[in-house]
């Protein structure tokens, strides 16, 4: 086995004719996960077509992780059905667990181990021939850029260099389908599109369909079809621009030396209805070219700047949510606190 | 709409075969051994501080407590002459077993790091029974532990207790048997701890009785009914006294003197060697499957 191209389902040869492109291999219904008072997933539908890459987003605490455990048959479901790769992840979890790799949120390689070893050890539980382990190791090494550290501590890893082995350790055997949570969760921006490049790539030459978790809503550009979760619920589902066009032409954004009676003017004569934000006023309009000389007529302040721009994931979620997904760049402890808070609040 | 048809397992070519089949979990089984044994060999640091304690035993009660009860007269055992015993003698199995002990509990330890930092997960969400890592990990563990009776062996000479060949081949097995049993105890507390905390708690508060009673630094004759019968109830007397057997019998220590310092009695008889390692087989079997249940609760 090489990492040579090989069409989506071309494997099916053992179950007969190659399947159609569009069928789903993940489906999900009416999923629930509860754990003791707090409902972490609250009845969610969800179907992957085979060879697409899948994004998950949401919010800390949405619910994401939750779900993959219980797709990757980590967790037991409180309600509802899931399947991979055509197998019931209750009922066939073994079944399910061949045909997944796995790239988990919290970082999971031995560290005290070199790359090759942490791959070596993962080849053989999963039973990669012997005679074709070393080969597919260096292989996958090369595919994520860590050929030359194959016999270094994994101790001695950057923390980009670490995720990087661990996408190569997911995709090792040759899933159908690989799972990654927040695979890009925080990395620098160049280590982030290096990443999105070896996905990208495995998609294009081994057919493998991707399922990942994010809430970087820019990452979300590089993803077939998305799906966006808020506490528990899926609250869109298409492709980028299909939830784009839900936001409706162009986000329009404005700063001027009085924001309070520039947004009354704007309201009074334009009708929209601006939102202020960090800021400056933000609005959504049809024609986002012709909307600016009205826009600068109607406000008596002196205006300072205005952009125009196509919406953005961002603004999706906004619009769905009436929140912004997250604080820039967060640091973990805080948001270890809001979820703290949160889950107080929800047992209250 | 869900699913059409399954997507084919992938093929042996592909690199996935006999998926959740017991060689899949003989394999992970070896995986997990390999890797503990591996760590053990490649961390020479942990492995010489970790004799570091056995050793200060051995000085302080074979060499100190031993010449000193020379000096209030008499040796250990109560025959004086040739071929009578000294504590350096009676004490060095019972050091032995203390290092195969403190090894094995310690290496359970690593189930509690791997859970907190990830590595089982990894094997959690394999296609393998999740006996496996329960298996591995108890001979793992069994391994090093046996490894580290054996290197306590190197010092008998230094310490003035003769072995013979013979009696190296008998202690071995003898103390495979023993690591195997309190490897799987091991295995089976640390299964049921999420926390490294609580692990170390549970095992400060079982280790030292467990070392205490089990007969290691004094014969387990001739003392108080209830600590009596809390050394009965210690695993660990199952396997000093088949070892304190060996080694004093290597010694040319007379067979009654070392029956009388250092068997084990049951019921008003004495447990013969081979019961005492079925007794530690049965003992590990029964901690391993205790592991086992321990592991197939999900998180
Ligand atoms: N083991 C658990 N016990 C109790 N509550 C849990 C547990 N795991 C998760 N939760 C709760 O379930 C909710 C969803 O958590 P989950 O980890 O799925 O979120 P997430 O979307 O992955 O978030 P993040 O982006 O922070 O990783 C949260 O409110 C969390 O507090
Ligand atoms: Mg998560």
Redesign the pocket.
């Known amino acids: 086995m090489t990492l040579s191209a090989s069409v989506p389902g071309e494997r099916g040869s053992m179950t007969g004719p190659a399947p159609e492109p569009a069928t789903s291999v993940i489906g999900v219904r009416g999923l629930v996960k509860r754990?003791?008072p707090?409902e972490?997933?609250r009845g969610i539908d969800l179907d992957v077509h085979r060879g697409e890459v899948f994004g998950f987003l949401?919010?800390?605490?949405?619910?994401?992780?939750?779900?993959?455990?219980i797709l990757c048959t980590l967790l037991r479901a409180s309600s509802g059905t899931a399947h991979v790769a055509g197998f019931d992840v209750q009922r066939d979890p073994a079944a399910v667990r061949a045909r997944i790799g796995l790239v988990f949120?919290d970082p999971s390689l031995d560290d005290q181990l070199t790359a090759r070893e942490n791959l070596e050890f993962h080849a053989l539980i999963y039973n990669v021939p012997r005679a074709v382990r070393r080969q597919r190791i260096n292989e996958v090494l090369e595919m994520v850029g860590l050929g030359d550290r194959a016999s270094s501590l994994v101790r001695t890893f950057s923390g980009g260099m670490k995720r990087r082995l661990e996408i190569a350790r997911g995709i090792l055997h040759d899933p159908r389908i690989l799972f990654l949570?927040?695979p890009t969760q925080g990395l620098d921006p160049q280590t982030r599109s290096r990443i999105w490049e070896h996905l990208q790539e495995l998609r294009r030459r081994l057919g493998v369909t991707i399922f990942m978790?994010t809430?970087y809503m820019d990452e979300a550009e590089y993803c077939d079809r998305i799906a966006i979760?808020d506490h528990?619920r899926i609250v869109a589902q298409g492709t980028s621009d299909q939830l784009k066009q839900m936001v409706g032409g162009d986000v329009v954004s404005v700063i001027t030396a009085d924001d309070v009676r520039a947004m009354a003017e704007i309201e009074r004569a334009l009708d929209v209805s601006p939102v202020l934000q960090d800021g400056s006023l933000r609005m959504e309009v049809a024609d986002g070219a012709a909307f600016v000389p009205r826009l600068i007529g109607a406000v008596s302040a002196p205006v300072r700047s205005v952009t125009v721009r196509r919406p953005s994931l961002d603004d999706v979620f906004l619009k769905l949510t009436g929140r912004a997904i997250r604080d820039e760049d967060a640091d973990p402890l805080q948001?270890m606190r809001a979820?703290g808070a949160?889950?107080a609040g929800?047992r209250r | 709409m869900i699913v059409a048809e399954p997507e084919a397992a992938p093929t042996a070519a592909s690199g996935v075969v006999g998926v959740g089949t017991r060689s899949a979990t003989l394999r992970a089984v070896y995986m997990i051994w390999y890797r503990d044994v591996l760590k053990y060999w490649r961390d020479r640091v942990r492995l010489i501080a970790s004799l570091a304690q056995p050793l200060l035993f051995l000085l302080v009660f074979g060499l100190g407590l031993s010449s000193s009860l020379r000096g209030a007269g008499g040796g250990f055992g109560g025959t004086g002459g040739s071929g009578s015993l000294n504590y350096v003698q009676f004490v060095f199995p019972g050091v032995v077993a203390m290092a195969v002990l403190f090894t094995a509990i310690f290496s359970a330890m690593s189930i509690v790091w791997d859970r907190e930092f990830g590595f089982l997960k990894e094997i959690l969400v394999a296609p393998v029974d999740r006996s496996a890592v329960a298996v591995g990990k108890a001979l793992g563990g069994a391994t090093q532990a046996m490894l580290q009776g054996c290197v306590m062996l190197v010092f008998a000479p230094l310490v003035g207790v003769h072995l013979t060949l013979l009696s190296v081949v008998e202690l071995v097995p003898l103390l495979f048997v023993l690591a195997f049993a309190l490897s799987s105890l091991g295995v089976a507390v640390a299964s049921r701890m999420r926390s490294m905390q609580g692990f170390q708690v549970v095992m400060n508060f079982m280790l030292l009785p467990i070392f205490f009673l089990s007969g290691a630094l004094f014969p387990l004759s001739g003392l108080p009914g209830w600590m009596t019968v809390l050394t009965r109830l210690d695993p660990v007397a199952y396997g000093v006294a088949p070892l304190r057997h060996a080694v004093l019998g290597g010694a040319g220590v007379p067979a009654a003197v070392a029956a009388r310092v250092g068997d084990v009695s049951l019921f008003g008889r004495t447990v013969p060697t081979p019961l005492e390692v079925v007794m530690l087989l049965l003992f590990g079997v029964a901690a391993l499957a205790v592991a086992i249940r321990g592991f197939r609760i999900p998180?």
């Open positions: 754990y003791g707090v972490a997933v949401g919010p800390n605490g949405a619910g994401k992780s939750t779900t993959i455990s949120q949570d927040e978790t809430h979760i528990g948001a979820m949160r889950w929800r | 998180d």
